[in-house]
């Protein structure tokens, strides 16, 4: 746990991860300059203001400035010499990683949960349109319904992309922020002659830190509070932008139809420019070296993207960490540091409120957003009036419905009806609130997502007063990525008003890819040339990807639906089965919508997903449920070739406690048939389990549970005999007793012995008419086991054993000392004696024909779900505090991290004992260190069925 907190306080500004100063008292051990120390004294240092901790270190304070607490010839406490410091209460935090461990948690847990809504959102989205698109001819005409291109004004050499393609070249004597009049279009034109499938241009760290710095501290002189105020040039347009998510010729794009920033050409981004895509630091990049060229004519509003947890999800700390791999913290730290300075809305011209999400459900005046602290973290889950004001800045919808409604996101989010907008227009002097922060649900004729959509519409009743009549609604959403994500197939929109706030327009666009753009842009001579060609390439793209969208569109559907089925795989069990009054586990295919609509989504259109997931019905046109969710695995296969023993060794420990019990058979089968029926019930598994101490937690055991009941006879249970060949989980495999060099004939040997006494038992059976319940190798060896246990005690005894040797031909001329070393093996907990579970580990069958490993399959699946699910994110959060471009860490540091995310949980997800075996097939360099990225990458869910036919 210390670990942890050490991980916390590092760099990056993660000031979250402190503890409060009323957490921090007298003999407290607390973290500070990576090293653990008590702290010895709390209070005010004479001649210097505010509080102090005074600390104790475990190790000497490097660098010979430790003491032992004196301060200024005046004894605070009593310390040892070199061992002392006194630092700021901010600068340390609590060494059990509990508190700050757990908030830290909880908002993990919340954005967890809002990003599965997104993702529902995103795939609801692109269902439409592949819908849409199967209605809709390929090739069909486009239309221009909202006058796309007629209210387009584009500037000449002004607003032109540069043909530049050297490396930019930033004067290294500049400290005051300013770039050089040409800077901005070498930036721009670098990356535009640059870019390549197989090449990523990259800027030099120097520039990229530099451009960052500067563009933070021009935000917080310039924007003081949450709240910006823009104006509408008087001769000249600004521009606001929606949703980017790194699609940088969306950009580009943006910047060829409307013209280059400058103190003519404003423009507005309202949030999200990262995550998602792969280009967010181009963007960013050019943004802020036009920013610095022309100060005040790029402004960007707070998103619900610009923030830590989000970019470790989605995908910037990932873009980060691959185009810089040494630097990368330092450039994510810096980033996240402008982040914070980033105003949660924007008014423009004193009548229109632009903000990422959309309103508070708490009624506000613009007063009220200035006076928030918006320079932190976003809160989650918000706790206070200010918190819930910034949480929904960045993070609410529209609806249609009155009042404050339910999110579709999940978590803390909530969606504002037309009476709120109204409200909050009337009470703030304003006529429309314009936000992003989804792709807009709106089909235009063509089939394709718009780019924007209006909401609350403007009715005689309504009080608060519209700009003009081109205000179709109070409340405009406006999303700028094309294609979002390469499969929505939505067009992007922009927001232009020219000259005066009163006069805008909401212009689409459908971004080109980068050879397309340079030909148009070496073709146009003119203006009006450029507005032709803009239309006609617009369509003509349109329609061919009108023809290549579908198919990817299934693909990236199938792959969201991999995610969210997995997801809720337990809970959509629980849903099937208590629809199946049979419980034969087969359900009819509405049965099977509605359940999937219950409990993944109700926004997806399931009827056709079962027949894109090729759901097949029986003879009775039922469907197997158990059949359909065993397709959806997480598959553990490490990139680097490592890490693959831990799944072997954690499956066996259920096994081996059986195995170290010593029991005999009759008390074997007593345990697990307690009512002697011939059968495992669920509940006799349970109490099995529960009495063995078999090293799984309560939860996997109750994950079990519900793997019986797919196996089990319905009111009966699993066979004894399959619940045995399953319970010993192939754990004869790989993991025998280590073998005297003079015996090493010994396992192969037992090999030929369990053949031989499966022979044997099947020729007295035929010959004596001997009674064995089954044909099956389990059945003879337990019969064997039986037949040579003369005195009925339920265990072979040496003699007992070596007498059943010698009736085997194979064995018949085996020395006494060979004998000797057959049994001895056998004896694997070395009593004496060889009891029934013992004989079967010794004289191990793979038999296919049994009910194979579903427990182990189990154990694994419960596991890897949680360590993809919920251990994975804040594991690799505390990984990112280290502050380090090293992706290695040692075994030990890697233990805690997954202690400290277990130790959130009651009752725990993973027993002590998984742990060890996780750690201890660990694959490490010679440093023994191992690689977190890596590791966390290995983890990939997978449909057994569609995968291996894609």
Same mark, same amino acid.
């Given at each position: 746990?210390?670990?942890?907190?050490?991980?916390?306080?590092?760099?990056?500004?993660?000031?979250?991860?402190?503890?409060?100063?009323?957490?921090?008292?007298?003999?407290?051990?607390?973290i500070?300059?990576?090293?653990?120390?008590?702290?010895?004294?709390?209070?005010?240092?004479?001649?210097?203001?505010?509080?102090?901790?005074?600390?104790?270190?475990?190790?000497?304070?490097?660098?010979?400035?430790?003491?032992?607490g004196?301060?200024?010839?005046?004894?605070?406490?009593?310390?040892?010499?070199?061992?002392?410091?006194?630092?700021?209460?901010e600068?340390?935090? %609590?060494?059990?990683?509990?508190?700050?461990?757990?908030?830290?948690?909880?908002?993990?847990?919340?954005?967890?949960?809002?990003?599965?809504?997104?993702?529902?959102?995103?795939?609801?989205?692109?269902?439409?349109?592949?819908d849409?698109?199967?209605?809709?001819?390929?090739?069909?005409?486009?239309?221009?319904?909202?006058g796309?291109?007629?209210q387009?004004?584009?500037q000449?050499?002004?607003?032109?992309?540069?043909?530049?393609?050297?490396?930019?070249?930033?004067d290294?004597?500049?400290?005051?922020?300013?770039?050089?009049?040409?800077?901005p279009e070498?930036?721009?034109?670098?990356?535009k002659?640059?870019?390549?499938?197989?090449?990523?241009p990259?800027?030099p760290?120097?520039?990229?830190m530099?451009?960052?710095?500067?563009?933070?501290?021009?935000?917080?002189?310039a924007?003081?509070?949450?709240?910006?105020?823009?104006?509408?040039?008087?001769?000249?347009?600004?521009?606001?932008c929606?949703?980017?998510?790194?699609?940088?010729?969306?950009?580009?794009?943006?910047?060829?139809?409307?013209?280059?920033?400058?103190?003519?050409?404003?423009?507005?981004?309202?949030g999200?420019?990262?995550?998602?895509?792969?280009?967010?630091?181009?963007?960013?990049?050019?943004?802020?070296a036009?920013?610095?060229?022309?100060?005040?004519?790029?402004?960007?509003?707070?998103?619900?993207?610009?923030?830590?947890?989000?970019?470790?999800?989605?995908?910037?700390?990932?873009?980060?960490?691959?185009?810089?791999?040494?630097?990368h913290?330092?450039?994510?730290?810096?980033?996240?540091?402008?982040?914070?300075?980033?105003?949660?809305?924007?008014?423009?011209?004193?009548?229109?409120?632009?903000?990422?999400?959309?309103?508070?459900?708490?009624?506000?005046?613009l007063?009220?957003?200035k006076?928030?602290n918006?320079r932190?973290?976003?809160?989650?889950?918000?706790?206070?009036?200010?918190?819930?004001?910034?949480?929904?800045?960045?993070?609410?919808?529209?609806?249609?419905?009155?009042?404050?409604?339910?999110?579709?996101?999940?978590?803390?989010?909530?969606?504002f009806?037309?009476?709120?907008?109204?409200?909050?227009?009337?009470?703030?002097?304003?006529?429309?609130?314009i936000?992003?922060?989804?792709?807009?649900?709106?089909l235009?004729?063509?089939?394709?997502?718009?780019?924007?959509?209006?909401?609350?519409?403007?009715?005689?009743?309504?009080?608060?007063?519209?700009?003009?009549?081109?205000?179709?609604?109070m409340?405009?959403?406006?999303?700028?990525?094309?294609?979002y994500?390469?499969?929505?197939a939505?067009?992007?929109?922009?927001?232009?008003?020219?000259?005066?706030?009163?006069?805008?327009?909401?212009?689409?666009?459908q971004?080109?890819?980068?050879?397309?753009?340079?030909?148009?842009?070496?073709?146009?001579?003119?203006?009006?040339?450029r507005v032709?060609?803009?239309?006609?390439?617009?369509?003509?793209?349109?329609?061919?990807?009108?023809?290549?969208?579908?198919?990817?569109?299934?693909?990236?559907?199938?792959?969201?639906?991999?995610?969210?089925?997995?997801?809720?795989?337990?809970?959509?069990?629980?849903?099937?089965?208590?629809?199946?009054?049979?419980?034969?586990?087969?359900?009819?295919?509405?049965?099977?919508?509605?359940?999937?609509?219950?409990?993944?989504?109700?926004?997806?259109?399931?009827?056709?997903?079962?027949?894109?997931?090729?759901?097949?019905?029986?003879?009775?046109?039922?469907?197997?449920?158990?059949?359909?969710?065993?397709?959806?695995?997480?598959?553990?296969?490490?990139?680097m070739?490592?890490?693959?023993?831990?799944?072997?060794?954690?499956?066996?420990?259920?096994?081996?406690?059986?195995?170290?019990?010593?029991?005999?058979?009759?008390?074997?089968?007593?345990?697990?048939?307690?009512?002697?029926d011939?059968?495992?019930?669920?509940?006799?598994?349970?109490?099995?389990?529960?009495?063995?101490?078999?090293?799984?937690?309560t939860?996997?055991?109750?994950?079990?549970?519900?793997?019986?009941?797919?196996?089990?006879?319905?009111?009966?249970?699993i066979?004894?005999?399959?619940?045995?060949?399953?319970?010993?989980?192939?754990?004869?495999?790989?993991?025998?007793?280590?073998?005297?060099?003079n015996?090493?004939?010994?396992?192969e040997?037992?090999?030929?012995?369990?053949?031989?006494?499966?022979?044997?038992?099947?020729?007295?059976?035929?010959?004596?008419?001997?009674?064995?319940?089954?044909?099956?190798?389990?059945?003879?060896? %337990?019969?064997?086991?039986?037949?040579?246990?003369?005195?009925?005690?339920?265990?072979?005894e040496?003699?007992?054993?070596?007498?059943?040797?010698?009736?085997?031909?194979?064995?018949a001329?085996?020395?006494?000392?060979?004998?000797?070393?057959?049994?001895?093996?056998?004896?694997?907990?070395?009593?004496?004696?060889?009891?029934?579970?013992?004989?079967?580990?010794?004289l191990?069958?793979?038999?296919?024909?049994?009910?194979?490993?579903?427990?182990?399959?189990?154990?694994?699946?419960?596991?890897?779900?949680?360590?993809?699910?919920?251990?994975?994110?804040?594991?690799?959060?505390?990984?990112?505090?280290?502050?380090?471009?090293?992706?290695?860490?040692s075994?030990?540091?890697?233990?805690?991290?997954?202690?400290?995310?277990?130790?959130?949980?009651?009752?725990?997800?993973?027993?002590?004992?998984?742990?060890?075996?996780?750690?201890?097939?660990?694959?490490?360099?010679?440093?023994?260190?191992?690689?977190?990225?890596?590791?966390?990458?290995s983890?990939?869910?997978?449909?057994?069925?569609?995968?291996?036919?894609?």
């Amino acid at each position: 746990k210390a670990t942890v907190s050490v991980l916390n306080c590092r760099r990056g500004g993660l000031t979250r991860f402190c503890s409060p100063m009323s957490e921090i008292k007298v003999g407290v051990q607390v973290i500070s300059k990576d090293e653990v120390a008590t702290v010895k004294y709390r209070g005010p240092l004479d001649g210097v203001k505010g509080m102090w901790l005074g600390l104790e270190f475990k190790t000497k304070v490097k660098g010979g400035s430790g003491g032992d607490g004196h301060y200024q010839r005046k004894r605070y406490f009593d310390g040892k010499p070199g061992y002392c410091l006194f630092v700021r209460p901010e600068s340390v935090c %609590t060494a059990t990683g509990g508190d700050g461990f757990a908030s830290v948690f909880t908002q993990l847990q919340v954005f967890d949960a809002i990003g599965e809504g997104e993702a529902l959102d995103l795939m609801s989205s692109s269902f439409k349109a592949a819908d849409s698109f199967r209605k809709k001819p390929t090739g069909a005409q486009h239309a221009d319904p909202h006058g796309m291109f007629k209210q387009t004004k584009l500037q000449p050499s002004s607003g032109s992309i540069q043909d530049l393609g050297a490396m930019p070249k930033l004067d290294a004597t500049k400290k005051d922020g300013s770039v050089s009049a040409t800077y901005p279009e070498e930036v721009l034109g670098y990356y535009k002659r640059n870019r390549d499938e197989n090449r990523i241009p990259k800027l030099p760290i120097e520039q990229v830190m530099y451009l960052v710095n500067s563009m933070a501290a021009q935000y917080k002189k310039a924007i003081p509070t949450a709240l910006n105020s823009v104006e509408v040039p008087k001769s000249g347009n600004l521009i606001v932008c929606g949703d980017t998510h790194g699609q940088f010729m969306d950009m580009l794009w943006i910047f060829f139809k409307h013209g280059l920033p400058s103190p003519d050409h404003i423009y507005l981004f309202n949030g999200d420019i990262c995550d998602r895509g792969e280009s967010a630091l181009e963007i960013f990049m050019v943004l802020f070296a036009f920013g610095l060229r022309y100060p005040g004519c790029v402004w960007i509003n707070k998103g619900n993207h610009e923030d830590g947890f989000m970019n470790m999800h989605y995908g910037f700390d990932a873009e980060l960490r691959k185009k810089y791999p040494r630097g990368h913290s330092e450039i994510l730290a810096a980033f996240q540091k402008l982040f914070k300075l980033l105003p949660l809305a924007t008014v423009i011209s004193d009548k229109v409120f632009v903000v990422h999400g959309g309103l508070p459900r708490t009624p506000v005046h613009l007063d009220h957003i200035k006076s928030i602290n918006h320079r932190r973290d976003a809160p989650s889950p918000p706790t206070n009036l200010h918190d819930y004001v910034f949480f929904d800045s960045i993070w609410s919808d529209p609806h249609e419905g009155r009042g404050v409604g339910t999110s579709d996101r999940g978590g803390n989010c909530v969606a504002f009806g037309p009476d709120i907008t109204e409200k909050f227009l009337v009470r703030n002097k304003m006529s429309m609130v314009i936000r992003s922060h989804q792709v807009p649900e709106r089909l235009h004729p063509d089939g394709y997502p718009a780019g924007f959509d209006w909401h609350h519409p403007i009715k005689p009743s309504t009080t608060a007063k519209p700009l003009s009549k081109a205000q179709l609604g109070m409340c405009l959403t406006v999303f700028s990525a094309s294609n979002y994500c390469g499969h929505t197939a939505n067009r992007g929109a922009v927001v232009v008003f020219e000259n005066d706030v009163e006069q805008f327009a909401v212009l689409e666009h459908q971004a080109l890819d980068m050879d397309t753009l340079v030909c148009m842009q070496e073709e146009s001579e003119t203006v009006a040339d450029r507005v032709r060609q803009i239309a006609n390439k617009e369509n003509v793209a349109r329609s061919r990807m009108q023809g290549m969208t579908v198919g990817f569109m299934r693909s990236s559907m199938i792959k969201n639906l991999k995610h969210l089925i997995m997801r809720k795989k337990q809970d959509l069990f629980d849903w099937f089965f208590a629809m199946d009054p049979e419980k034969d586990l087969h359900i009819p295919p509405e049965v099977w919508e509605d359940g999937c609509q219950s409990v993944l989504s109700d926004k997806l259109n399931w009827a056709e997903i079962r027949d894109v997931l090729h759901l097949v019905k029986n003879d009775s046109g039922l469907i197997c449920y158990t059949h359909f969710l065993n397709r959806f695995q997480i598959r553990f296969q490490s990139k680097m070739g490592g890490h693959s023993g831990f799944e072997r060794a954690i499956s066996d420990r259920c096994y081996e406690m059986l195995l170290v019990s010593d029991l005999s058979l009759k008390d074997t089968f007593a345990m697990l048939d307690r009512n002697d029926d011939g059968y495992v019930s669920i509940y006799e598994f349970q109490e099995v389990l529960e009495d063995l101490g078999t090293g799984m937690t309560t939860p996997q055991i109750q994950s079990l549970m519900n793997t019986m009941i797919q196996h089990a006879c319905p009111n009966a249970g699993i066979e004894l005999e399959d619940f045995l060949s399953t319970l010993q989980l192939r754990y004869s495999a790989t993991n025998r007793k280590a073998v005297p060099a003079n015996a090493a004939w010994v396992p192969e040997f037992l090999g030929k012995v369990t053949r031989a006494a499966i022979a044997y038992v099947k020729k007295m059976k035929s010959v004596e008419m001997m009674v064995v319940p089954k044909d099956t190798p389990l059945a003879f060896l %337990t019969e064997f086991f039986h037949m040579h246990d003369t005195d009925g005690s339920g265990f072979l005894e040496p003699q007992e054993f070596k007498v059943a040797l010698k009736a085997l031909p194979l064995c018949a001329k085996l020395s006494d000392a060979n004998l000797d070393q057959l049994t001895k093996y056998c004896d694997s907990d070395g009593n004496g004696r060889i009891n029934y579970l013992e004989f079967l580990h010794s004289l191990h069958v793979d038999d296919d024909a049994s009910t194979n490993s579903f427990l182990t399959q189990d154990i694994l699946a419960y596991i890897k779900h949680t360590l993809f699910f919920t251990f994975r994110q804040p594991m690799y959060r505390a990984f990112q505090a280290l502050g380090t471009d090293d992706v290695r860490i040692s075994t030990k540091q890697f233990k805690e991290l997954i202690d400290s995310v277990n130790d959130q949980y009651l009752p725990k997800l993973l027993s002590s004992e998984q742990i060890d075996c996780l750690v201890n097939t660990l694959s490490v360099d010679a440093q023994g260190k191992l690689d977190f990225v890596e590791f966390i990458d290995s983890f990939e869910i997978v449909d057994e069925l569609l995968d291996e036919c894609m």
